[in-house]
C-alpha cells in the first residue's frame, strides 16, 4: 500500500482546489484544503503537514511574503502552481525557497509523483533531523529538539534552561576544549542578567555535573576543567 501524506492545497479558486484536492485523496493522501493565505497559516500551525502546492496568484497578502514566512518557520515541501510561464516568475519562486514549480494547465499524473516524491524526501530529512537532535553518551539522552535530558533508567532530568544549553554545548563539541568566554556565547543570560560572566560559568558546570553524576561520584560522562576551560568527554 502507498505511503499516505498529509497534503495542503492553497488555491483561491473553489474548482481548481477541490478538483485537485480529490485527485491526491484518490492517490491516498490526507488533505487539507485553503482558499487564501489566512486560512494556510492556520491549518500549518496545527502542524503535520508534508507538502503545500501553492498557487501563485492569491489574493491578499502577497506570495512572496507567505512563502519566506513558510521557510522561517519549517522546511516543509513546497510546489508552486501557478499560469505564470515565465522564467523570471518560475527563479523568483525558486529564490523564495519553492522546491518544484508547476505550470498551468498541467497533467494531474505528472502533480502526483512530483508531490509523492517531495513528501519522501521531506519525511526522511526530518527523520535525520530528529536523530541529528538526539545525542546519547554512557546510556543518558540529551534531545536538544525537545529540551530533555534522560538518564540511563530513562528518567526526566529537570535541568534550568542555562544548565541545559551549557550540556548541550559539551554534548555537541565533545573533546574539544571550550573557553569560559566561548560558553558564555551559548549560554542565555537568566532574567535580569545582561550576560554571564566566567564565574556564573565555573558554578553553572559545577550544578550540570552534579547532574551528570550518579551517587558513587564516579561520573560516565563528565566534565573537566582545562587549563584555558572546560572540556567534554564520555
Same mark, same amino acid.
Given at each position: 500500500?502507498?505511503?499516505?501524506?498529509?497534503?495542503?492545497?492553497?488555491?483561491?479558486?473553489?474548482?481548481?482546489?477541490?478538483?485537485?484536492?480529490?485527485?491526491?485523496?484518490?492517490?491516498?493522501?490526507?488533505?487539507?484544503?485553503?482558499?487564501?493565505?489566512?486560512?494556510?497559516?492556520?491549518?500549518?500551525?496545527?502542524?503535520?503537514?508534508?507538502?503545500?502546492?501553492?498557487?501563485?496568484?492569491?489574493?491578499?497578502?502577497?506570495?512572496?511574503?507567505?512563502?519566506?514566512?513558510?521557510?522561517?518557520?519549517?522546511?516543509?515541501?513546497?510546489?508552486?502552481?501557478?499560469?505564470?510561464?515565465?522564467?523570471?516568475?518560475?527563479?523568483?519562486?525558486?529564490?523564495?525557497?519553492?522546491?518544484?514549480?508547476?505550470?498551468?494547465?498541467?497533467?494531474? !499524473?505528472? &502533480?502526483? @509523483?512530483? *508531490?509523492?516524491?517531495?513528501?519522501?524526501? $521531506?519525511?526522511? /530529512? =526530518? #527523520?535525520?533531523?530528529?536523530?541529528?537532535?538526539?545525542?546519547?553518551?554512557?546510556?543518558?539522552?540529551?534531545?536538544?529538539?525537545?529540551?530533555?535530558?534522560?538518564?540511563?533508567?530513562?528518567?526526566?532530568?529537570?535541568?534550568?534552561?542555562?544548565?541545559?544549553?551549557?550540556?548541550?554545548?559539551?554534548?555537541?563539541?565533545?573533546?574539544?576544549?571550550?573557553?569560559?568566554?566561548?560558553?558564555?556565547?551559548?549560554?542565555?543570560?537568566?532574567?535580569?542578567?545582561?550576560?554571564?560572566?566566567?564565574?556564573?560559568?565555573?558554578?553553572?558546570?559545577?550544578?550540570?555535573? !552534579?547532574? &551528570?553524576? @550518579?551517587? *558513587?561520584?564516579?561520573?560516565?560522562?563528565? $566534565?573537566?576543567? /582545562? =587549563? #584555558?576551560?572546560?572540556?567534554?568527554?564520555?
Amino acid at each position: 500500500m502507498k505511503t499516505s501524506y498529509h497534503i495542503l492545497v492553497v488555491e483561491d479558486d473553489p474548482v481548481g482546489r477541490q478538483t485537485l484536492a480529490a485527485y491526491l485523496v484518490k492517490d491516498n493522501h490526507r488533505v487539507s484544503e485553503a482558499g487564501d493565505g489566512e486560512e494556510m497559516r492556520r491549518i500549518f500551525a496545527r502542524g503535520d503537514v508534508d507538502v503545500i502546492l501553492f498557487d501563485i496568484n492569491l489574493t491578499g497578502r502577497r506570495t512572496g511574503s507567505l512563502l519566506r514566512e513558510l521557510r522561517r518557520q519549517s522546511e516543509v515541501g513546497v510546489i508552486m502552481v501557478t499560469s505564470r510561464r515565465e522564467d523570471v516568475d518560475r527563479i523568483v519562486a525558486l529564490e523564495l525557497g519553492a522546491d518544484d514549480y508547476v505550470t498551468k494547465p498541467y497533467n494531474m !499524473r505528472e &502533480i502526483l @509523483p512530483r *508531490t509523492r516524491n517531495l513528501a519522501r524526501r $521531506v519525511t526522511a /530529512a =526530518r #527523520v535525520v533531523k530528529a536523530d541529528e537532535s538526539r545525542k546519547s553518551f554512557e546510556g543518558w539522552t540529551l534531545d536538544i529538539a525537545h529540551w530533555t535530558l534522560s538518564d540511563p533508567a530513562g528518567e526526566a532530568v529537570k535541568m534550568t534552561r542555562a544548565e541545559f544549553e551549557l550540556l548541550a554545548t559539551f554534548v555537541t563539541h565533545p573533546g574539544q576544549v571550550l573557553s569560559r568566554d566561548q560558553l558564555m556565547t551559548h549560554v542565555q543570560p537568566a532574567a535580569g542578567m545582561k550576560a554571564y560572566d566566567t564565574h556564573h560559568i565555573d558554578v553553572l558546570v559545577r550544578r550540570v555535573r !552534579r547532574k &551528570i553524576e @550518579p551517587d *558513587t561520584g564516579q561520573a560516565p560522562a563528565d $566534565v573537566h576543567r /582545562a =587549563r #584555558v576551560g572546560y572540556v567534554f568527554s564520555a
